[in-house]
């Protein structure tokens, strides 16, 4: 099992940003697919889980609501995080997280700072 992120940055407050997680090792959309942060001297954070296999179900933490968006594509084995009106508290290192058979699986993560 393979996550890989990508797509984080520097960007401005109220600026966009869409991170990607690239699969590989497991059947992708049979299994929902989360994202999680950690800011520095934080706990981490879920930030948004979507379901398997349509995607249609998604969760978003109270902070992130209504300007992040997770989906899925199933053809590129591949769950998004467009995030939107990005604000300081929102710089953390992302990464993503599937559970297969009890087990935790993670990426490496992938560094977002929103700063002027």
């Known amino acids: 099992v393979q996550l890989v992120e990508s797509g984080g940055g520097l960007v401005q407050p109220g600026g966009s940003l869409t991170l990607s997680c690239a699969a590989s090792?497991?059947?992708?959309?049979?299994?929902?697919m989360t994202w999680y942060r950690q800011a520095p001297e934080k706990e981490r954070e879920l930030v948004a889980t979507?379901?398997?296999?349509?995607?249609?179900?998604?969760n978003y933490a109270d902070s992130v609501k209504g300007r992040f968006t997770i989906s899925r594509d199933n053809n590129k084995n591949t769950v998004y995080l467009q995030m939107n009106s990005l604000k300081p508290e929102d710089t953390a290192v992302y990464s993503c997280?599937?559970?297969?058979?009890?087990?935790?699986?993670w990426g490496q993560g992938t560094q977002v700072t929103v700063s002027s």
């Open positions: 979507i379901s398997n296999p349509s995607g249609t179900t998604t």
């Open positions: 090792g497991f059947t992708f959309r049979l299994y929902p």
């Open positions: 997280r599937t559970n297969i058979g009890g087990v935790p699986y």
